[in-house]
């Protein structure tokens, strides 16, 4: 039932910048791209989420495509505690959400 | 604010037994989800409510899983008679209107033997 595909894996280097892909080809015209992250053992946690312009807060920025069809979350300066699975989510008109696999970020020192 | 508030952080039991776990919403948000997330299917969506009204239970596995919300700071997840395969951590989660940010508690962990 997922809508997004993600990378089930990725490295990045303590202080630099993350990058998280993910494609939603299928994303309707009033859905919105929703991006979580869950650090081992607690409840996932919201990140950021945008419909159509990129959108920056104090914890990442999301990067959505013209055609909506893709969108990369960055993590300006990734550390230790950033290591977790993040989730991108499509989200329908009553937030029903569908978490797929998501990707594993391991942040190394 | 506390969060979404979930009981109990662990639940071990014994297969044939009935099961209640609880939820807490955040104090004024109008919509409250229950998730189960495993190993083998990750996190999976059960039922939501919207103001206390179930509104999709699809996600619902079977006739021994139910929920209510009985009023705006309150609801549970009932497995009777529970079954090992029935192991995962439960989530609880409330947002405060449509398409808008969800809020996870720190979940149930919950062990049928």
């Known amino acids: 039932d997922a809508k997004t595909t993600q990378p089930p894996s990725m490295d990045c280097a303590e202080g630099r910048a993350a990058n998280l892909p993910c494609n939603h080809s299928?994303?309707?015209?009033?859905?919105?791209v929703y991006w979580y992250r869950q650090i081992h053992s607690q409840g996932p946690q919201y990140i950021i989420h945008?419909?159509?312009n990129n959108e920056t807060n104090e914890m990442a920025s999301l990067i959505i495509t013209e055609d909506r069809k893709s969108s990369t979350l960055i993590l300006p300066h990734a550390t230790l505690r950033d290591t977790a699975v993040y989730y991108c989510?499509?989200?329908?008109?009553?937030?029903?959400?569908?978490f797929g696999s998501g990707t594993k970020l391991n942040v190394k020192p | 604010d506390a969060g979404v508030i979930q009981s109990p952080r662990h639940e071990v039991t014994e297969m044939g037994q009935e099961v209640t776990l609880r939820c807490k919403p955040i104090s004024g948000h109008n919509s409250l989800f229950w998730y189960r997330q495993t190993m083998m299917r990750g996190l999976e969506l059960l039922i939501y409510?919207?103001?206390?009204?179930?509104?999709?239970d699809s996600g619902m596995p079977e006739d021994r899983f139910s929920a209510k919300m009985p009023n705006a700071s309150f609801s549970t997840l009932k497995i009777q008679p529970s079954e090992p395969r029935d192991s995962a951590v439960y989530f609880c989660a409330s947002s405060p209107a449509n398409r808008d940010i969800q809020y996870f508690g720190a979940g149930t962990r919950l062990s049928v033997l």
């Open positions: 299928t994303i309707s015209g009033n859905e919105y």
């Open positions: 409510f919207n103001n206390n009204v179930p509104i999709d």
């Open positions: 989510i499509v989200g329908d008109n009553f937030n029903k959400f569908y």
């Open positions: 945008g419909l159509k």
